[in-house]
């Protein structure tokens, strides 16, 4: 089983980065899913800044979620040390 999602912070270029129950810090583009159905809804920044943790994955206000397995096979690790110390201090 994969490690689920701690925290969450939504970016300006529609990536979110998150922080996973193992300690990993990792960052998720969602632009590939904002031409699909629902998800068309988080075009709008203010949706899309509505973005929490939820059961170990992430949903936004109109309840749009992601699966956590997705989530942390698809991200992409930031394996910078600054970026990630400072990714770390604005998610938690």
Known sequence: M????????????????????NGEVRRFDVKPYLDTGIFQELRDMSVFNSVRPFLGSVQWENGQDLCPDTLYLDSVPITNAAEMEAEEKAVV
């Open 2 to 21: 994969n490690p689920r999602v701690k925290a969450v912070k939504p970016n300006p270029d529609y990536t979110i980065t998150l922080v996973f129950t």
